[in-house]
């Protein structure tokens, strides 16, 4: 297989190829805005199987679109590895590189890519370096000895955050080819001047690890109080904590799962974005909450814990507040604290659009990004260090 130009060389601009298995979730935004945003390498995204989504788009490349013949390919794939259908589809794309988000879906395409000779990055973000390595019995052995195959196949390595890096090496990642890289997120050119119409705002997922239901208690302890609150998002949980929002009488308003535009419509709505994250029971943990990002980027301050790489986004006393995980009382002061104070607030707000603005800016994570593209496609075995 030919390899497209690389970036400084004469010929077509090289393709990166953004593998998913399941593509794409309407929660991971952050996977399809990084590669849109490559400035000098075209994206092409593969994915086994189409998620019904906003996220969905009809230029992605699907390898087992349906029916039942598609299952038993997809199955042999999730079995084995191997798949000459994934095998002729990704030859098709004429990648230079191969890009796999998250561990597992790291080792699906790595026997592939190394058949074609694609040198594969694959990017850590959480629950695939947490929670998934400590899986009981059979399906943990399996799944610990798929990913440290990725790792070991893979010619770069790299984590959302310092925690997730540490946590990849503890499951198997060679220290000397993983790197921590920011995915950054789009900076507004200006914070629209909108009514607040929300005092508290939550965007993620209803499970475990994103508190919500440590939200809900500490903002029912604010008797003094009695904040608007809005939720977006989507999940398990969040039929329960309906119920228990209700039972204590909060002003809240639930809308469920949004598109990336509504999101940032809400948020720019809001007074203090909260993200009260802590580890799972099962051990799941975050890798840095890209919501987290998003509301800085539109001037809002953060209120959340000393959890996972949140601490590298979210600077106590600067660009917002930090409690213990799942320290409801602590979680309340801070809430209370904001919104008790504009000046505070609007100082913290402004500090955090600085802060994301500096260090997890999209365009220029993508730019460093192709860095690394280049460095590996080339087949340089010392990838170029990302900046602290």
Known sequence: MSTPSLPGTTGPAPTVVIWRSGLLAGSETFIRNQ?????????????ATRVGSPLAADTD????????????????????????????????????????????????????????????????????????????????????????????????????????????????????????????????????????HWDVVFVGRFVEKKGVDDLVE??????????????????????????????????????????????????????VFVSPSKTASDGDAEGLPTTILEAASLGLPTVSTYHSGIPEAVLPGETGLLGAEG??????????????????RTRLGDQARRFVTEHFDLAKQTRLLEELYESVAAGRPDPVRLPA
């Open 35 to 47: 590669g849109l945003a490559l400035p000098r390498w075209q994206p092409r995204f593969l994915g």
């Open 61 to 196: 490349v699907i390898a087992y679109p349906d029916g039942g013949r598609d299952r038993q390919a997809f199955l042999r794939l999730r079995l084995t590895g191997e798949s000459p259908r994934l095998r002729r589809l990704l030859a098709d794309l004429r990648p230079a590189v191969v890009h796999a988000h998250f561990g597992n879906d790291g080792w699906l395409i790595s026997r592939t890519a190394a058949q074609l000779g694609v040198p594969l990055v694959v990017t850590v973000h959480g629950y695939d370096v947490t929670r998934q390595p400590h899986a009981p019995g059979l399906r943990g052995v399996r799944y610990r000895r798929n990913l440290r195959q990725a790792f070991d196949r893979a010619a770069l390595i790299l984590a959302v955050s310092d925690f997730i890096r540490d946590r990849a090496i503890a499951a198997g990642a060679d220290p000397a080819k993983i790197r921590v890289h920011h995915t950054g997120v789009p900076i507004p050119a200006e914070v629209p001047e909108v009514p607040k």
């Open 218 to 271: 500490a903002l029912g302890a604010l008797p003094d109080r009695r904040p608007r609150v809005l939720f977006i998002g989507s999940g398990p949980l969040e039929w329960p904590i309906r119920e228990r929002a209700a039972a204590l009488g909060l002003d809240s308003t639930f809308l469920g799962a949004q598109e990336p535009s509504a999101v940032a419509r809400y948020l720019a709505e809001s007074k």
């Open 327 to 344: 320290d409801r009382a602590a979680l309340a002061g801070n809430i209370r604290q904001l919104l008790a104070d504009d000046d505070l």
